[in-house]
């Protein structure tokens, strides 16, 4: 029965693309947004069975298309499997296809006249960043600018501490005690002192039953990748640095963090020193091929 709606549906948008091209154009569009909507009912989960074999087909070709299946594609073959086996007389009709995005309409956002859209596409991290630093009052600056952060419910789930001075040898000797270091006597670690100031990003989320814990990190990587960003624009150096030993005890501990904070890692920030200034004014460093970053389901 599912199947026969599936049939008779085809077969309508089939014929009223022979009548004219106007009405042909309306009647695909149509076709294709019922397709849409059965199938987003059916990642749902609320579905009649022709939607469960467009889907699944749909799924098929996806499937065919890439080496290795995603897990929701192989689960919903799985539920395909189990549908065809109880109903064997059901034949799949409709062949959806993957159609990628549309290109064809010119862009009228400009990324290298927008401002804001230029320091994104340029931004770069600094390995090597010079003595001068912003101070604290900076700091708060940047942090108003940034709190404007995509965060599910308000939760505030991040927070960064300032670390200087000697500071930055108390995180060396956490490091240390970590990794089982054991110095001589005046020697230190000194991955810490590659910039007179580190900011430390602590993901702290809280208990939400709308909010899962994971929703809360995306907050705090993202309040991460701002502050980065902010810098850059306000002309700083800075590069995020993080390592196996970040969530160890011994560093947890000097940073003061409770059983579910996670530490995302240290913010190394500083003046860009003038060599790198010159380079950056002439060094090209193409950006990734944005076609990789953009599909459609
Ligand atoms: C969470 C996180 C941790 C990182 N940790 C390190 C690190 O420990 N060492 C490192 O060399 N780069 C690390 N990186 C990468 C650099 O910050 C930087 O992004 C990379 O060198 C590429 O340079 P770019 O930002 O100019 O593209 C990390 C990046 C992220 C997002």
Redesign the pocket.
């Known amino acids: 029965m599912g199947e026969l709606m599936g049939s008779r549906k085809k077969d309508k948008c089939k014929k009223s693309k022979h009548k004219d091209r106007k009405r042909s154009k309306d009647a695909g569009d149509a076709c294709e947004v019922t397709k849409g909507r059965v199938r987003a009912h059916f990642l749902d989960g609320n579905t009649g069975p022709w939607a469960k074999s467009l889907a699944a087909q749909e799924s098929q070709n996806i499937q065919g298309a890439r080496a290795e299946p995603s897990p929701r594609d192989r689960a919903e073959t799985n539920s395909t499997e189990a549908t065809a086996a109880s109903a064997t007389d059901r034949t799949a009709t409709v062949t959806p296809t993957r159609r990628g995005p549309d290109y064809s309409a010119p862009s009228s956002i400009d990324i290298v006249a927008d401002p804001v859209l230029h320091a994104l596409s340029t ?5 090597k960043v010079d003595p001068e630093t912003p101070n604290d009052s900076d700091l708060l600056e940047i942090i108003r600018s940034i709190s404007s952060v995509a965060d599910h419910k308000s939760l505030h789930p991040w927070r960064f501490l300032i670390i200087r001075g000697n500071d930055r040898n108390r995180l060396g000797d956490a490091l240390d005690e970590a990794a089982g270091v054991v110095r001589k006597p005046g020697e230190t670690n000194t991955k810490p002192l590659r910039a007179e100031l580190l900011l430390a990003l602590v993901s702290s989320p809280v208990e939400h039953d709308k909010v899962p814990e994971w929703e809360q990190h995306v907050t705090a ?1 993202g309040a ?2 701002l502050l ?1 960003l902010a810098l850059w624009q306000a002309g700083w150096g800075v ?5 196996t030993l970040t969530n160890t005890e011994p560093v947890r501990r000097l940073h003061r963090l409770t059983d579910h904070e996670l530490l ?2 240290w913010f190394y920030i500083g003046a860009v020193p003038e060599r790198y200034r010159q380079r950056l004014t002439t060094s090209t ?1 193409p950006l990734p091929k944005p076609e990789q970053f953009l599909d459609t389901l």
């Open positions: 931004r770069r991290s600094i390995s990587a991460g990748h980065e590069m995020w640095r993080s390592g995302m890692g460093r």
